[in-house]
């Protein structure tokens, strides 16, 4: 007696298979698509705060290295703003450069200073864009 065993082979897929696979492989597909373009536009945001901060920075530099004396904070190029002196000559429509009017930290002097001790005045620059600050920094320089 001979048996013979039916057998059937089956390779391959079937088109049920194909269908779910593509349906999964566009799901993914789509959701790498929504974080593209957030990522240009948060890389672009990143560049610009980098250059006001850089364009800050340039600023504080050069307010650094004036000798200022507090006869030129009183002239015309400067308006008393409450504690500060706001430079509203400065070149830059969109920066806004102040100096505090009193020496920050320290105790109060009731005495001249010794020599080679200074007090140093806050200066914050602010760079402007779009009616809000988009960056701002601050240093210190020793007036006169």
């Known amino acids: 007696m001979v048996c013979k065993w039916k057998t059937t082979e089956e390779s391959g897929l079937t088109l ?7 349906v999964i492989l566009g799901i993914v597909f789509v959701a790498f698509m929504t974080i593209f373009p957030q990522m240009t536009l948060f890389n ?3 560049e610009t705060k980098l250059e006001t901060m850089n364009e800050a920075r340039i600023v504080l530099e050069e307010y650094k ?3 200022w004396k507090t006869s030129d904070l009183n002239g015309t190029r400067f308006v008393s703003e409450n504690d500060w002196w706001r430079d509203d000559q400065y070149g830059r429509p969109n920066v806004i450069v102040k100096i505090k009017k009193s020496p920050d930290e ?3 002097l009731k005495e001249t200073l010794k020599p080679g001790v200074v007090r140093l005045h806050r200066l914050q620059v602010e760079i ?7 960056s701002e920094s601050f240093g210190y320089i020793q007036v006169k």
């Open 106 to 108: 320290g105790p109060e």
């Open 16 to 22: 049920v298979e194909i269908l779910a696979s593509l």
């Open 44 to 46: 672009s945001r990143t």
């Open 65 to 67: 290295n004036i000798k």
């Open 128 to 134: 402007v864009k779009d009616n809000r600050i988009s």
